[in-house]
Structures are given as C-alpha cells and as structure tokens.
C-alpha cells in the first residue's frame, strides 16, 4: 500500500478539509442568518434587569423545587432570585415563565466542536462540512447546553467561532477548550497527517492541527508553551497504548520522563488534565499520576473496590460517555453478536442504537452527513474489521465498545457508590456523534441506574466541578451567570423532559426554541 491508503484521511479529503476551512474563515456568513433566524437572542436594555417571573426552580443540588419564584438577572449575572412580583415600571423586560420548570444551562463536559460528525468526506460536501461546523454551537445551544468543554479542536476554527459567538453572529454556548490535543506522535488518534505530503500543510494553514504531536521531550516542552498562549485552561491527554482502529494494534505511549514534565507544566499553569482511557494500562497510569478527568470508560477490566476508593480520594473525576460505546459498539460487525454480549443491557442499547440511525436527526446533522455515516457501517461486512486498515477504511473496533457496555454500567456505578464526581458529555463530532446529543447521555446514565436527580447533577453541578467552573455555573443561584433551561415538564419526575426545551438563557441572552 502506499501513503496515501495509510494515512486516516486521503489526499483529496484532505485538500476538501482545507478548501472547507478557506470557506468556513472566509465566509462568515455559511450557517449564519438563514440558519439562525428562529434562534436570535433577545434580552434587557443595557444595565436594565430582566424579570422571570413564575418561575418553578430546580434545585439540583438537592433534587426540590422552588415554586413561584422570580429571577432578576442583570448585566448576565443572577443578581436575586424572591418571591416579588415584578415592576415593568422600572424599565425591566419582564417575561412570565407560566410556571414552566428551570434548571441551570446544561454542560457538555466532552465535545470536539470542530469536528463535523462524519464518518468520511464527500467530494461534493466541502460546503456542507463548513455549514455543519458551525452549525455544532447551535444544536449545542439550541438543547439547552451552555457550556461546553472542547477536548481537542482545529485551533484557527475554534478560534475563529469563538470571536462569532463573542460578537454574537453565531448562536454558541461558552467554550472551555485545550486547543490541540498534547499527544506523542504516532499515538491516538492515530492521524498521521504529515504522511499526506503537502496537503496537510495547506490544511493546517487554515484550521490548525487538532494534535500536539511531539516526539521527544524538548519538543513537547516548547510546543505545549505554545499551546497555552492560544488560551487554553486544561490539558487533554490520549493514555491507551493500543489502536481504536480496525486492522491496527499497538501505538507510542509517554514515557515516564514525558508524563512528569506534563504533570509538573499543568501544576506550574494551573491547568487541569484530562485523558482519554479505555484501556486498563491507561487507567492504571492515570491513577498513578493523580488526572483530573478520566474521560470514557475502559473496555478491559472490572475495577477493585480498592481502585475506585483511590479514584475519589484523589479527586479524580470521569466524564464516561457512554453513547460512544453505544455508537461505536457496531452489531453490523456480527452476523450474530457473540454470546458475552447478549446481555439484557446490551441488547436494549442495541435497539435503542437501531432506533436512532434510523430516525430523522435534521436538527443535529446535515441528512447527507447521516446517509454517508450509516453507509460506512456496510464496510464492517464488505471488508471485515481485521482488513479494513489496508483497505483505507477507518472504523472503531466493536469489541472495545461492546467490552465497555458489559462492563461500564458496573464500574460506573461502583465509582457513583465511592463518591467519585461523574460527569456528562458525548464526544460530539467523531462519527455518528452528533453535537446536542447530550440528553442521549442523560437518558443512558438513567438506563444505567442512575436517579433523575442524580443525571441532572451530572450535567450541571458536577461538570462546572470538573471544569473547575463551580463558582459561575451549574446552579442557579445569586451571582452566577445567568445559564437556565426553561422546560415544560418536571426533569425530576421525567427525564425525558429535557429533550425540546421551551427557552434556554445564557448570560441573560434568551433563545426561544418551543413555545
């Protein structure tokens, strides 16, 4: 085979990728007003308050509700929330919220808002992978989420949106990002870009590099220098030793000497580490340095009690995502599912994973996007995944992901149990992972034996923990900024009730989606 069928992304892709990045910088208005229309913003005058009365509030912290209740939000922030009834006389936009029920705008801890969902690029879909890009932060804003956490973007792209939704010509939620991904070369994602000869360098002149990439220590010292100046408040690192990809094995792992200057630069800067773990080797290395965040879920082992207890008590978090196992866990691999995996929990994902590739999803992707990921599940029949590698197909292997359904749920549960913070996020943007998906997540953490109460602290109070955010999000209290997801039902009684919000507030700008 040559370079091109061994690298992730071909030639011609690639060339689309950067002709898309030329479009998406140059022409700001792709996926704008037309797009945007029915979602523009409206709020107070300037240094005028906005009243929200008959308010029904969710208290997440512990799962009452406040009834009847007012909020006066002013210059973004929750400045009181009373039961007074509110004065237009003084000049405040008064909007009654008819005993509707709030909760604080939803987090998704684990994203890639850059990354536009598709399992492969289309010679025609330049134009399509530029609008569906941006429409990301408004199908994130539009389910009610109002922060998200980028775990590893197209820094001139992030970049690039965050100025539009700074200004207010893109409807996004605030963005924590690490820029690029801090990864040794070779290892997870496993794109190796500079194999494409000149074109990488042409496409990455446009969107930035998603990947670090060193290859020795000096190298990773100055780039993560660099990475920092972009912004970035956290650090994402990639600790398996093995390849997600059908047809590939092992990949380059930090040495010792590498994760120490890692770990010393994060304390030195204040940053937080997160790290993508789906192997044991990961967990246990993770656990060894002391990380912030594991992010997924592994597929090879059933964790001690012993292990969980060392998890909370050095504050490490997890962010598991368990829908990319559900996604990724590809039945269409097997002419029949091997008999470990006919689990009663297994087989209810599975329909739950067949209802939703074959519902409509226009509010989250663009259908041709849809049509092409759903195609490129055949290649598992076609090819088999032990010879897709060569063939320049690029799939996940569906025995990692069936591994974490059969043994996510357990350990999950058993680090719920210990006390360890668990998050909420969907790792949005790979294939068939579309962004707004996260009350999926919800709806599984739910299936898993979570409580009501317990998903919605998940994706509000315990991501602002993670993101170390707790002082400005995921609460709705005085002097917090002023997040709220307005719905029509009880989340407590009906999770499900998340799913179309009537209204989502971030930082006082209101966006009417249901009403």
């Excluded at 109002?146 to 965050?162: E, F, K």
């Excluded at 400005?472 to 900024?481: A, P, S, V």
Aim: proline share 3%; with cysteine.
């Amino acid at each position: 085979m040559n370079k091109k069928n061994h690298s992730l992304i071909t030639r011609r892709q690639l060339v689309q990728t950067a002709a898309a990045s030329a479009l998406y910088l140059a022409i700001p208005s792709i996926a704008g007003c037309e797009v945007l229309s029915k979602n523009e913003s409206f709020g107070a005058e300037e240094g005028k308050a906005l009243e929200l009365m008959n308010c029904n509030i969710i208290d997440v912290k512990n799962g009452v509700i406040s009834r009847g209740r007012t909020i006066t939000i002013r210059r973004g922030l929750i400045e009181s929330i009373s039961g007074k009834i509110p004065s237009v006389s003084e000049g405040a936009l008064v909007l009654d919220m008819k005993n509707s029920y709030l909760i604080p705008g939803l987090i998704d801890a684990h994203c890639h808002s850059t990354f536009s969902s598709e399992a492969s690029l289309s010679l025609f879909g330049v134009l399509t992978t530029a609008k569906q890009i941006k429409q990301n932060y408004v199908q994130q804003l539009t389910s009610g989420i109002t922060t998200i956490r980028d775990m590893g973007a197209m820094p001139g792209l992030l970049h690039h949106n965050l100025e539009l939704i700074e200004k207010k010509e893109l409807a996004g939620p605030r963005v924590v990002y690490c820029n690029s991904i801090t990864n040794i070369y070779g290892s997870h994602p496993d794109v190796n870009l500079n194999d494409v000869s000149i074109f990488a360098g042409l496409a990455m002149a446009f969107s930035g590099n998603p990947n670090l990439w060193f290859k020795d220590t000096a190298e990773l010292k100055e780039k993560m220098k660099a990475n920092i100046k972009g912004g970035a408040s956290f650090i994402k690192l990639t600790m398996d030793n093995k390849s997600l990809l059908c047809g590939k094995s092992a990949i380059p792992v930090y040495t010792d000497e590498q994760l120490k200057v890692i770990f010393e630069f994060a304390q030195e800067n204040n940053m937080a580490i997160a790290g993508h773990i789906h192997s044991k080797f990961g967990f246990d290395r993770a656990l060894h340095y002391g990380i912030n965040s594991m992010e997924h879920t592994i597929a090879d082992a059933d964790l001690t009690d012993k292990e969980v207890s060392v998890m909370a008590k050095k504050n490490i978090a997890i962010v598991p995502t368990m829908t990319v196992a559900q996604m990724m866990a590809s039945e269409e691999a097997y002419s029949e599912l091997p008999k470990e995996f006919r689990t009663d929990f297994i087989k209810n994902e599975m329909a739950v994973r067949r209802r939703y590739l074959q519902s409509s999803l226009n509010d989250f992707v663009d259908p041709s996007i849809h049509k092409r990921n759903v195609e490129a599940l055949r290649n598992f029949k076609k090819y088999g995944c032990e010879n897709m590698y060569k063939n320049g197909k690029y799939m996940a292997k569906p025995d990692i992901y069936f591994n974490i359904l059969l043994r996510g749920p357990k350990n999950i549960l058993k680090m719920k149990d210990a006390g360890v913070v668990i998050g909420c996020g969907t790792d949005s943007g790979v294939p068939l992972v579309y962004h707004g998906s996260l009350l999926r997540e919800m709806e599984m953490l739910n299936r898993i034996g979570f409580s009501n109460k317990e998903v919605l602290q998940c994706a509000t109070i315990n991501n602002a923990a993670i993101l170390k955010m707790s002082d400005k999000i995921g609460t709705i209290e005085k002097g917090k900024y002023a997040d709220i997801v307005v719905l029509k039902e009880n989340p407590l009684e009906k999770i499900e009730a998340c799913r179309r919000p009537q209204m989502v507030i971030k930082e006082g700008n209101v966006y009417s989606f249901n009403q």
